[in-house]
C-alpha cells in the first residue's frame, strides 16, 4: 500500500495564497457590478408599482365616468317625470291632486339640481386624476428609460466578466477540496470577519499587508522559513513572506490570463 504524501506547510501556505488571489479577483469582479442589480431590481420594482397604479387610476376614472351617465339617466328620468306631473296638473279635479303633484314636480327639480352637482363633482374629479395619471405616465417614462439604461449597464458587464467568474468560482471551489478542512474553515472565518476579504497576506516593509503593525523580525523569519502557520496577532491574517507571495501572484496572473 503506498504511503500517503505528506502535504508540508508551505504548499499548505501556497494553496493558502492562491485561493486567496482567486478568491480576491472574484471580489474585484463583482465590486464592479457593485450595487448595479440591486439597483436595476428597484427600478424594476418601481416600474411594476406605477403600471399597477395607472391601472388603478384607469378603473377609477371608467367608474366615474359610470356613475356620471347613470347621473345622466336620473336626470332624463326626473326630467320626464315632471313631463308628465305638468301634464296630470292640468286635469286635476281639485287643490290637493294639484298640490301632491306640484311636490313631485319639487322632489324631481330637486334630484335634477343634486344629480347635477355630482356630475360637476365628478367632472372635478376626473380633472385631478388626469393629471395624476399624467404625471404618473411621465415618471414611468422616466424610470423604464432609466431601467433600460441601468440593464444595459449590467449587460455589458456581465457579458464581460460572466464567464471569467465562473472560471474562477470553479477554480476557488478546486482549491478548497485541496485546503485541510479546519484550515479552509479558519480561512473563510477570516475572510468574512474583514472588509476587504483579505484572510492571507504577505508582509510589507516589515508589517502585516494592510496593517500599520510592525512584525517582530524574529517572527518574520520564521514566516520565511515556512514550517507553521502564523497569524498577525491584530487582526487574525495568515501571513506569508513576500518571496512566496510574488512568485504565486505571478503564477496565478499566468492563469487569470488565459481567462
Not at 315632471?82 to 327639480?109: A, D, H
Not at 356630475?119 to 423604464?144: H, N, Y
Not at 499587508?209 to 518574520?220: C, K, L
Amino acid at each position: 500500500m503506498a504511503k500517503k504524501t505528506e502535504v508540508t506547510v508551505e504548499e499548505k501556505l501556497r494553496t493558502l495564497y492562491d485561493l486567496q488571489l482567486i478568491d480576491s479577483r472574484i471580489d474585484e469582479i463583482r465590486n464592479v457590478r457593485g450595487e448595479l442589480p440591486l439597483e436595476v431590481e428597484d427600478l424594476e420594482d418601481e416600474v411594476e408599482g406605477l403600471k399597477t397604479r395607472l391601472e388603478k387610476l384607469s378603473g377609477n376614472l371608467d367608474e366615474i365616468n359610470t356613475e356620471i351617465g347613470n347621473k345622466k339617466n336620473l336626470i332624463e328620468e326626473a326630467k320626464s317625470l315632471i313631463k308628465k306631473y305638468s301634464e296630470q296638473q292640468k286635469n286635476v279635479r281639485n287643490n290637493r291632486e294639484f298640490n301632491s303633484l306640484s311636490k313631485e314636480i319639487e322632489y324631481q327639480e330637486l334630484e335634477i339640481q343634486l344629480a347635477e352637482k355630482h356630475i360637476k363633482e365628478f367632472k372635478a374629479q376626473i380633472e385631478q386624476k388626469k393629471d395624476v395619471i399624467a404625471q404618473t405616465k411621465e415618471k414611468l417614462g422616466e424610470r423604464e428609460s432609466h431601467l433600460k439604461h441601468k440593464k444595459g449597464e449590467l449587460n455589458d458587464i456581465l457579458s464581460e466578466t460572466e464567464k471569467e467568474e465562473k472560471a474562477l468560482m470553479d477554480k476557488s471551489l478546486e482549491y478548497e477540496e485541496m485546503i485541510d478542512q479546519r484550515l479552509l474553515t479558519a480561512y473563510k472565518r477570516i475572510r468574512g470577519s474583514v472588509k476587504n476579504g483579505l484572510a492571507v497576506v504577505a508582509i510589507e516593509r516589515g508589517a502585516s499587508g494592510g496593517s500599520f503593525f510592525t512584525i517582530p523580525p524574529q517572527v518574520q523569519m520564521e514566516i520565511a522559513a515556512r514550517k507553521k502557520i502564523i497569524t498577525d496577532e491584530h487582526s487574525g491574517r495568515i501571513l506569508v513572506d513576500p518571496a512566496l507571495a510574488d512568485e504565486e501572484k505571478s503564477r496565478m496572473e499566468d492563469f487569470f490570463a488565459t481567462l
